[in-house]
Nanobody, 125 residues
Framework: QVQLVESGGGLVQAGRSLRLSCTAS????????IGWFRRAQGKEREFVAA????????HYHDSVKGRSTISRYNDNNTVFLEIDKLKPEDTAVYHC??????????????????WGQGTQVTVSS
């Protein structure tokens, strides 16, 4: 069993950066991939980024590729997602999730049995 808690969201101006944190508890965290997903109001939840269990593999959605970084520190059971050059269309509730996946499998919501409650990110223009 893994419990996930996100933090770091808030209101930020377009063009600025934000770093979201996902802190986990549970003995199996270090063996699981971590994904970040977001849901904008009125839209489906979408994949943002993912990182493998030891941090050697990362994936990004095209919408954030080149301006975001996902990293993990297994000693602290924490995963970070930093997004730079924020845009109003980045406004959403951001969730982290834990699961067993590899490669493009990690884009799929269904690969993640464990989810956090989410943190709101609002980007003003």
């Amino acid at each position: 069993q893994v419990q996930l808690v996100e933090s770091g969201g808030g209101l930020v101006q377009a063009g600025r950066s934000l770093r979201l944190s996902c802190t986990a508890s549970g003995r199996t965290f270090n063996s699981l991939s971590i994904g970040w997903f977001r849901r904008a109001q009125g839209k489906e939840r979408e994949f943002v980024a993912a990182i493998g269990s030891i941090g050697d593999r990362t994936h990004y959605h095209d919408s954030v590729k080149g301006r975001s970084t996902i990293s993990r520190y297994n000693d602290n059971n924490t995963v970070f997602l930093e997004i730079d050059k924020l845009k109003p269309e980045d406004t959403a509730v951001y969730h982290c999730a834990a699961g067993d996946c590899y490669g493009y499998e990690c884009w799929a919501i269904g690969r993640y049995p464990y989810w956090g409650q989410g943190t709101q990110v609002t980007v003003s223009s």
